[in-house]
């Protein structure tokens, strides 16, 4: 079991940026592909960044690629989402999740956690 928390979250200005965080706890974090979900008010769940265990490999959802950033340090068992020039569109509950398999499909991960709110205001 991997429980997972995410923070960082808030209301920024179009332009701006944030640094979300998800600290994992149970079982070994390292062990785990750790991605970054969204789901926008009317919308299906839809991937936005996943990095493999050693945090060598790393992908991206085509709208967020060159602004956002995916990191994490197995020591403190975190991992990271650093969102720069967010948009209004970027508007979402940011979900992070770990999983076995290396993939981008929703149905590959095992755990979620409970979401942070990102709000960009035009």
């Known amino acids: 079991q991997v429980q997972l928390v995410e923070s960082g979250g808030g209301l920024v200005q179009a332009g701006g940026s944030l640094r979300l965080s998800c600290a994992a706890s149970g079982r070994a974090f390292s062990s785990y592909h750790m991605g970054w979900f969204r789901q926008a008010p009317g919308k299906e769940r839809e991937f936005v960044a996943t990095?493999?265990?050693?945090?060598?490999?790393?992908l991206y959802a085509d709208s967020v690629k060159g602004r956002f950033t995916i990191s994490r340090d197995n020591a403190k068992n975190t991992v990271y989402l650093q969102m720069n020039s967010l948009k209004p569109e970027d508007t979402a509950i940011y979900y992070c999740?770990?999983?076995?398999?290396?993939?981008?499909?929703?149905?590959?991960?095992?755990?979620w956690g409970q979401g942070t709110q990102v709000t960009v205001s035009s």
């Open positions: 999740a770990a999983g076995r398999i290396f993939r981008v499909e929703i149905r590959s991960y095992d755990y």
């Open positions: 990095i493999s265990l050693s945090g060598g490999v790393t």
